[in-house]
């Protein structure tokens, strides 16, 4: 309805703006007509100085641009996303937890592994049973690569009333960080293919273009971006639509309030998943990439993403942790362990620890190679908060 | 690289930019040349080697042409024009006709008996090829008519073929009309400027607003058209009419105004066709670069209106039945091309008979009416064979109206009233009436190339999500 009033409005304003009346009209065998003819050598003399006509429609574009920031908010066209979705249900359960003096909210981000793995619910109960007045906020989304996860967090941020805020300043904040070789490598994975959110391109938001620059400075040289340059295109181009509001209003009419959804998403066992054997306790170390030179260097840029992450709660976070997943891949398994040795300072839970792996070595635990099933993802979390119970007071007390 | 795609939007300022930065003529054409390569090969590289052979091909035959005209070797000049329209006859047969005719075979073997395995290799139609081919014939037959008396250096002839606004789906320009254009080095005017963004922003906004939010309505019902009501059908029908109007004037205006952002200039490919109040109008204003391009290298030579009234009736259906096959290798536009052609036939040969060419200016207001009312519902009746998947789906959509069915198999679908009727109409009456005014001097060119910005970002607004791919495309 909108788009049938709107569109013929737009035509009936580009032919009244008349510059095809104005103009010759060509006939397919090179003749043009007499009349329009004439009125172009009448207005030969005046013809429009074109470097006026450009600076109009840069002022033009510019003040669109400016404009559509204020009044098109981005975020608005992706009602209908599962990361708006997981947004409204982490701010109903933030409003739905009573405050406490001396509360913790504990905010975890993270891509699937987080998703299927980690039952922010169940860690939760099972951290207040052991006294901590603690409440979970678990932002994960299924594929979702870093600046998605970075706009989030935004979006939960940006969701948040005044007196959330002071909720927030008033707790000890803590943010919890998923650790993952692939994710941790790769500032662009699934930039431009994510499965499971295929309309979430609100990340492409330019404010988050000087962010994302840094992170792609600090992590590839130039050859590395030559051969990424399909996935940059693909980047300026979306960067570029979200700027111009491109396809706003038909996104915004189709998104629905988001319904609320649990950033935990318990899957069962995949029955194409079938391996020879149980999951390995351990795998031999891999000696070209653990060697301390390909895992620094590919993983530089994570401190300033962290960074990036934190900056969103306005200096609120108190402190970090960080958290793996297992896996039955022997590269994550070494990156893990790596992680673990050097960031000796870091709270970090190896969920690719030999007690944890011993516990999840049955396949009917998986849902995946790469993700835990129901059964395994109940396993995991209640390792996590063992862990969490006993390293908790003196991290971020 | 589709004009509505997001790497177009790259593509085209950067390729303006070194175009117009280029101080010399010749450096800009080789420039562009070189980007429209790059243009079709985004495509599918591969076929830039059938690209070159069909530049190198049209190039050896004009200048061979002029060689034996010099020479006063008719006959030889005429072999050669022979060569050439055949070499590009069967590259086009070859690419695009080759599976409809072996699927064909393979079945009517199977009629009477005869077993024959299909090739296993299914031959992939080049993106274009019935628009490039045709310009190589243009210039060389003009060559050989003597429209084209000057030797065409291979870059022009390249550049006549491969413009990228044009290489893809038209309009079919003129080697008379666009080689001209070449000669000279193009300035950079404000009246182009403003005229060729006017262009765009209604080409986008005919493709990305009115037909790409009208296709997904009429792709659901022509999917099974068996499943749905006589009503949903006749209005999936209408759709289909509105939505290739939008659809191919759309990627007309956006090719003629880049085109024009070059400098260089394409003739009209439509004229408010839907306003036709006869078949013959129709056509007139419908597609115009590829109807008059029939009319003159087709029709006039079989013998046009020259050789009796029988044979002006066989001619036009003939010419037009090519023009259906043009379209694609499929019975449906083989039907289509004929039926417009019988009921052009019936229509000439009704005036013929009465002795009296009708015209717009001498019919009454009745007529005229009448006349509208009888063509335009015989379009939108032809365009059901163009649109649907099979010759057994066009007879279900056309039984389907015609018996009025009531009863629907298939889950509900809401029709897009203001969307089928609301741009169509304002479209054929309004902007008709404001494109037909004389020129008048544009005041304050600036504050109106604004404003058409300010449309072309609101376009953008309200634009369909996703990529669609232009009909004519596939042609």
Same mark, same amino acid.
């Given at each position: 309805m909108t788009v049938g009033i709107l569109g013929t409005f737009l035509l009936l304003v580009v032919a009244l703006l008349g510059g095809w009346s104005r103009s010759t009209r060509l006939t397919v065998d090179g003749s043009t007509e007499s009349s329009t003819e004439l009125a172009r050598t009448q207005l030969a003399a005046e013809d429009p100085a074109h470097a006026k006509m450009l600076v109009a429609g840069l002022v033009v574009l510019l003040v669109w641009m400016v404009g559509a920031h204020f @009044? $098109?908010?981005? +975020?608005l066209a992706f009602l209908n996303t599962t990361s708006a979705q997981v947004t409204a249900f982490c701010v109903e359960h933030l409003h739905q937890s009573r405050p406490v003096p001396g509360e913790y909210i504990l905010i975890i981000e993270g891509s699937s592994v987080t998703t299927r793995g980690v039952d922010g619910a169940a860690l939760e109960r099972s951290l207040r049973s052991a006294g901590i007045p603690v409440t979970v906020i678990q932002l994960s989304l299924s594929g979702a690569n870093h600046l998605e996860r970075l706009q989030l967090l935004q979006n939960f941020a940006d969701s948040l009333s005044s007196s959330d805020w002071k909720r927030l300043r008033k707790s000890r904040l803590i943010l919890g960080h998923e650790v993952q070789a692939l994710y941790d490598r790769d500032p662009l994975l699934n930039y431009g293919n994510n499965p499971f959110t295929p309309?979430?391109?609100?990340?492409?938001n330019p404010d988050n273009l000087p962010t994302l620059l840094n992170w792609i400075t600090g992590r590839y040289d130039l050859r590395e971006l030559w051969n990424r340059r399909s996935e940059l295109q693909l980047i300026a181009t979306q960067f570029l639509y979200n700027a111009l509001r491109i396809s706003y209003l038909q996104l915004w009419d189709t998104a629905n309030r988001a319904a609320p959804c649990a950033g935990f998403q318990p899957h069962p066992k995949?029955?194409?998943?079938? +391996?020879?054997? $149980?999951?390995?306790?351990d795998f031999p170390p891999d000696p070209i990439l653990s060697g301390r030179q390909a895992y620094p260097r590919v993983t530089r840029w994570n401190a300033v993403r962290d960074a990036a992450f934190r900056s969103i709660f306005k200096g609120a976070v108190r402190s970090e942790l960080f958290f793996s997943l297992p896996g039955w891949l022997a590269y994550e398994f070494n990156y893990d362990n790596w992680w673990s040795h050097a960031h000796p300072d870091q709270l970090f839970f190896n969920g690719n620890g030999s007690q944890i792996r011993s516990r999840l070595r049955? +396949?009917?635990? @998986?849902?995946d190679p790469g993700h835990l099933a129901d059964s395994g993802a109940e396993i995991y979390t209640e390792e996590f908060a063992q862990f969490l119970r006993q390293n908790w007071p003196a991290q971020s007390g | 690289m589709l004009f509505n795609s997001a790497s177009f939007l790259l593509f085209l300022p950067v390729v303006l930019a070194g175009y117009w930065l280029w101080p010399g003529n010749f450096g800009r054409k080789l420039f562009l040349v070189i980007a429209s390569c790059f243009f079709y090969a985004a495509w599918d590289w591969r076929f830039l080697g059938l690209l070159g052979f069909v530049v190198l091909t049209t190039f050896a035959a004009s200048w061979l042409i002029l060689d034996c005209k010099e020479r006063a070797a008719r006959v030889q000049s005429l072999v050669v024009l022979w060569i050439c329209i055949g070499l590009q006859l069967t590259v086009l047969a070859f690419f695009k006709y080759f599976n409809f005719f072996e699927d064909n075979l393979v079945a009517l073997l199977s009629t009477i008996g005869l077993k024959s395995a299909a090739s296993i290799a299914r031959i992939l139609l080049p993106i274009g090829i019935s628009f490039y081919t045709f310009h190589a014939i243009t210039l060389a037959v003009d060559t050989y008519r003597g429209k084209v008396n000057t030797r065409v250096s291979l870059l022009d002839v390249a550049l006549y073929i =491969?413009?990228?606004?044009?290489?893809?789906?038209?309009?079919?320009?003129r080697a008379t009309v666009f080689l001209p254009q070449l000669a000279t080095k193009r300035q950079f005017a404000g009246e182009d400027l403003f005229v060729a963004t006017q262009a765009i922003v209604t080409g986008f906004l005919y493709k990305v607003v009115f037909s790409d939010s009208i296709a997904p309505f009429v792709d659901k019902i022509f999917? &099974?058209?068996?499943? !749905?009501t006589g009503l949903l059908l006749l209005a999936a029908t209408f759709g289909f009419y509105c939505q290739i109007y939008f659809d191919f004037n759309g990627y007309s205006m956006i090719a003629i105004g880049v085109s024009r952002l070059f400098g260089y200039k394409l003739p009209d490919n439509?004229?408010?066709? !839907?306003? =036709?109040?006869?078949l013959g109008s129709f056509w007139r204003r419908w597609h115009i670069s590829l109807s008059s391009w029939l009319r003159d290298y087709l029709y006039i030579p079989l013998g046009g209106n020259r050789l009796g009234v029988s044979k002006q009736m066989r001619n036009l259906v003939i010419t037009m039945l090519l023009g259906g096959i043009w379209h694609g290798a499929s019975w449906n536009f083989i039907i289509w091309g004929a039926a417009h052609g019988t009921v052009l036939a019936i229509e000439r040969f009704s005036q013929i008979y009465r002795g009296k060419i009708l015209t717009e200016e001498n019919r009454s207001i009745t007529s005229l009416i009448l006349g509208w009312l009888v063509t335009q519902t015989i379009v939108l009746i032809l365009w059901i064979p163009f649109r649907a998947k099979t010759l057994a789906d066009s007879l279900a959509v056309i039984s389907g109206i015609f018996t009025w &069915?009531?009863?629907?198999?298939?889950a509900p679908v809401a029709i897009p009233i203001t969307l089928l009727i609301l741009p169509i109409f304002c479209d054929t009456v309004f902007v008709r009436l404001l494109r037909s005014q004389p020129g008048k001097p544009l005041r304050r060119p600036e504050l109106r190339f604004g404003l058409l910005i300010l449309c072309a970002l609101a376009v953008g607004l309200v634009a369909k999500t996703g990529l669609r791919s232009f009909i004519y495309f596939q042609f």
């Open positions: @009044w $098109l908010p981005l +975020p309309t979430t391109l609100a990340y492409s995949r029955a194409d998943f079938q +391996p020879a054997g $149980l999951l390995p306790i049955e +396949p009917g635990l @998986w849902n | =491969a413009f990228f606004p044009q290489l893809v789906a038209g309009p079919i320009v999917e &099974r058209p068996a499943d !749905y439509f004229n408010f066709p !839907y306003a =036709a109040t006869s &069915r009531t009863m629907m198999a298939g």
